[in-house]
Structures are given as C-alpha cells and as structure tokens.
C-alpha cells in the first residue's frame, strides 16, 4: 500500500505532483480511535472527519483525521453526506508525527457498519 | 453505402473544410493514464551550471529534509495553482478539454485551472505578455496533431520537476491521439537563460466518457509551513 502512494506521488517516469506528501504522518504506524463525529467536512483541498473519542475513564479527546480530497474519495465509495454530526464511527489513522492528536484515514467503518477506504489505492 | 455517401460528401468540402472535419475532437475529460501504448521516456533535464548549482541544492534540502520525515515547503502545499505546464499533469486529476474551432479550454480538476489555446492566431511577442500562471496560448493544426506555443509563465510559478526557469521559457506541446481513446501531449521546454538544451516529456491520457468533474475550491487547507519552512498539519481542539 505504501508502494501505491508513492506511485501516486512520483508517478513512475511521469512527472506527478501532489498538493503534499504524507511525511508529517508516521506511515509505518496505525491506530484505531472510535468515538462521535462532530463534523465532516468535504472540502479541498483535503477531507476531514473532526471526533470526539472518550478513553476508559470517560475523558474526551478530540481527533483531526485528514483524508484525500472530494475528487479521490468518491473513487472509493464516500459521498459528502457518508458521515454526519453525532454518527458513531470508528477510524483507523497514520498518526501525526507530532504526537498532536491527529493523522490520515487508512480505513473508516461507518454506524451502517460499511468500511471505506482513503481513494483508489488506498482501499481498506 | 453510407461510407461511401461520407467520402463522396467530403470530396466536395473545399480543402480547408476536409481539413476540419477529420481533425481529432479532444472534447471530453481526460485521465491521467499509465497504461499502453506508453510514452517515450523523459529527456534528460539539463541545466546551465549557474542554475543546477540551484536546483541541486533546492533537491539536496528536501532529500535531507525526507530523510528527517519531513516535507519542505512548496507552492500546492499553499493552494497556489500549478500553472503551465504542471497543470497537465498532476497526480490522479483528470483534465477536460473544450475544442472548437477557435479555441480550445483546458480546465484541470485540480484548484480548477484553466488555459485557453486560441488557435491558428500568431503569438504575441513575449515582452508584450504579462508574466503569470497560464501566460498565452496559441495553437495550430500539424496534421492530426494540436501543436500548442507558450509563452509568459512568471519565474516564481515551479517548473517541469522543479526546476528553475526565465521569463524567456518557451513550451510546444504536441497533443495527439495516439489511440481512439489514448491522448498524448508531447511538452518540451526551452528556456535559453535556464536550461542547456530543451527537455521534453510526455504526458498520456484516457478518454472518461463518463466522467463529471468535481468543482475544487481550496477553502479549507489545514497545511502551514512552520517557521522552520516545514509542512505541517493543524488539528483542532474540538
């Protein structure tokens, strides 16, 4: 999968371009956050799901995951109204190098139990 | 018989109607395509010493930068369009062609740019065209093949891979079917202040009959460039 980005980046032969590469998130690391979204926002030049994940003891922790653009994602199944304020979802991300709560969508399941990916190349 | 009745209707078209009537119709959107028949590989880029001393340095900062897992700063990353001639050819973005007989419109997916090619028209002389992203376009018939000249892209818009680039830039691009369905355009660059010799490269495309294209409008870019001009993400508290 890794190898599929970096062909979407560098293109082969052909020279590709990208609004940005995926440095800024650890690639080789997943993690799983579930909770309640409070927003999704379908823009460009990238999508977000914003969510609230509560930990065992009932803290609230709030998460930005960022996703391909509109253009990518409908390539994979999303439409803009695939999620809305207050749906239950559970997201598994690239984390943020930062440690900032925050990453890029590997695979989202929606509350219709539905697993969709982050565009072509990029499926779950 | 109906072929026949085509060829025979044809023969009475004057010369320069037969001409139109079986040039290619580029109308239509077009993806980004890896598959056969492929195009010739890119020449060699080759810079005038002054300017590669630039460049490499420019590329040696990211490759460091990459290996520390991070990503220097460039214009996309900031929403700025890719102008002429990295509009042709980005990422997973298809293009959409206009043709008619005076024009033909490029709009690209991505930020939605466009270019306008307006064709058989003389080109305009180069300090008579404002510097910018798209600078002007003219076309003309070689064959079955648009031959496209532009001129008037600003330095600070980034070139092919890159690479610096003058005022004095000159692109031909040579867009052709290569197939029914497989467009290629042929993009070489001169640039007599920057580069050594021209580069040429080739970008292939899919006719997506059924393609509609998605409005792009860059309203929401968490990235920023930190102080130390690197790409990073902003995340919200809530």
Known sequence: ?????????????????????????????????????????????????????????????????????????????????????????????????????GGFLNTATLPDGRALGNGPGRQP | MILRLAIGCLALLPVTARAEASRPDFTGVWAIYRGAPAPPAPGPLVLKPEYAKIYDAQRAAQAEATKRGEQLANASVQCVPYGVPNMMSVAVYPVEFIQSPR??????????????????????????????????????????????D?????????????????????????????APDILHDQIMIEDPVVLEKPVTYTTSYKRSPNYEMVEFVCDNNREYVDEKGVVRMRVKDR
């Open chain 2, 103 to 148: 024009q033909l419109t490029i709009i690209s997916e991505a930020f939605s740019e466009v270019r306008r090619v307006y064709l058989d028209r003389p080109q305009a002389p180069i300090d008579d065209v404002a510097p910018g992203y798209y600078g002007r376009s003219v076309g003309h018939w070689d064959g079955d093949a648009l031959v496209i």
């Open chain 1, 1 to 101: 999968m890794r190898a599929k980005l970096c062909a979407v980046i560098l293109g082969g032969a052909i020279p590709m371009l990208a609004h940005h590469s995926f440095t800024m998130f650890d690639m080789t690391k997943k993690i799983t956050v579930s909770g309640t979204v409070t927003s999704f926002e379908w823009t460009n030049p990238h999508c977000y799901i914003e969510i609230d994940v509560p930990d065992e003891s009932g803290a609230v922790k709030h998460w930005s995951v960022e996703m391909g653009s509109p253009s990518i994602l409908q390539g994979s199944g999303w439409k803009f109204s695939s999620l809305k304020k207050g749906d239950k979802a559970t997201l598994v991300i690239n984390p943020l190098k930062t440690g900032q709560a």
């Open chain 2, 150 to 178: 532009t001129i008037g892209i600003k330095p600070t818009v980034a070139g092919y891979r890159g690479m610096p680039h003058s005022e004095r830039m000159h692109i031909t691009e040579r867009l052709k079917l290569v």
